[in-house]
């Protein structure tokens, strides 16, 4: 994966940046094609491809309308490449979360909901 040549962009934005080159791609568009539905240039597509500009949000609900795909989608792959949760890590914070709850009534309904959804 390419990062993003912006210093104050993150991998996200590479990540989405490929998933809209990929998508483009299964389309059968050219960077031209997908700018011409969207107003931009082609230069435009190009960057937000390789995460060099940030897609605004009104941009990522025009690019799924352009590729045919639901915005969730889209951005869902761009989070896919997050590290995965460490259990044990996530497991010393609950608890240190978990023991800052002053109200009995709101422990009692954490763990309930916690048991209830190990049982899924």
């Known amino acids: 994966m390419a990062e993003p040549r ?29 700018a ?40 869902q792959v761009a989070d896919a490449g997050a590290q995965p949760a460490d259990p044990e890590r996530q497991g010393a914070q609950l608890l240190a979360a978990f023991s800052k709850i002053q109200s009995a009534e709101m422990r009692a309904a954490v763990l309930t909901l916690v048991t209830g959804l190990t049982l899924r």
Not at 9 to 25: N, T, V, Y
Not at 43 to 61: D, I, L, P
């Open 6 to 34: 912006n210093p104050r962009h993150s991998p996200l934005d590479a990540r989405l940046g490929e998933r809209i080159r990929g998508r483009r791609r299964e389309l059968g568009l050219s960077q031209s094609a997908l």
């Open 36 to 75: 011409g539905r969207l107003g931009i240039t082609f230069q435009q597509v190009q960057k937000y491809e390789n995460g060099a500009n940030r897609v605004s949000a009104t941009m990522v609900v025009k690019l799924s309308e352009a590729l045919a795909i639901p915005v969730a989608e889209l951005l």
